[in-house]
């Protein structure tokens, strides 16, 4: 069972659009829910993360929504670039557990 | 500071083959893991340790092995290679579990032929 579904698995921006990855998480357990960003060829970083005690975080042009009812929470980048080309990874944990979503590859357009 | 750094990068196995992966992490992480990641699947868990000493079984735990002889190391181990390892495996290190960020390595892509 998958506890942590991500969609689309691939998305197509052209540069200045919007990109919205979306996550669901079935485990009411989880309090962390970081993004992971990561480039071909490495591994993933760190890019942001909220906790559920407040629905949306902001840091620069990269955004999380989270909505605690409907157990969802939803990555928004602003402005894309084609330097934000990457593979995001959804993520959700809580002190004994930690799962990823499928992860979405994001194209940018220039 | 290095981070978290994996050998080999690259290596392919004939199936039945034993190897070792190797995660060296200089932050004096108490938590590591190792991960695999295939395509459509995400990052899967196959083992973590919460300690020097210590080791516990992730999602997917069947055909590795794992060993955490010193804190800053870290061992996958595969006894007998069969060609659904065939995977990109990263390791990883954090303060903790939750809501703690983990550092990942570069990655070692393996293939079982």
């Known amino acids: 069972q998958q506890q942590v579904k991500q969609s689309p698995q691939s998305l197509i921006v052209q540069k200045g659009g919007i990109s919205i990855i979306n996550c669901a998480y079935e485990?009411?357990?989880?309090?962390?829910f970081p993004w992971y960003q990561q480039f071909p060829g490495k591994g993933p970083a760190l890019l942001i993360a909220?906790?559920?005690?407040?629905s949306e975080k902001k840091e620069g042009r990269f955004t999380i929504s989270f909505n605690k009812s409907a157990k969802q929470f939803s990555l928004h980048i602003m402005d894309s670039q084609p330097g934000d080309s990457a593979t995001y990874f959804c993520?959700?944990?809580?002190?004994?557990?930690?799962?990823f979503g499928a992860g979405t590859r994001l194209t940018v357009k220039p | 500071n290095a981070g978290v750094t994996q050998t080999p990068k690259f290596r392919v196995l004939k199936t039945g083959q034993s190897m070792t992966l190797l995660c060296a992490q200089d932050?004096?992480?108490?938590?590591m893991y190792w991960y695999r990641q295939d395509p459509g699947m995400g990052l899967r868990l196959i083992h973590y340790?919460?300690?020097?000493?210590?080791?516990a079984k992730g999602e997917v735990p069947d055909g590795y092995n794992v060993s955490r002889l010193k804190k800053q190391n870290f061992l996958l181990g595969l006894e007998s290679a069969a060609p659904s390892q065939t995977s990109v495996y990263f390791c990883?290190?954090?303060?903790?579990?939750?809501?703690?960020?983990?550092?990942f390595g570069p990655g070692t892509r393996l293939t079982v032929t």
């Open positions: 993520a959700a944990s809580n002190n004994n557990d930690m799962r």
């Open positions: 485990n009411t357990a989880f309090d962390y």
């Open positions: 909220i906790r559920p005690d407040v």
């Open positions: 340790s919460v300690g020097e000493g210590t080791t």
């Open positions: 990883a290190s954090s303060y903790r579990v939750g809501a703690y960020e983990q550092y």
């Open positions: 932050m004096n992480h108490e938590y």
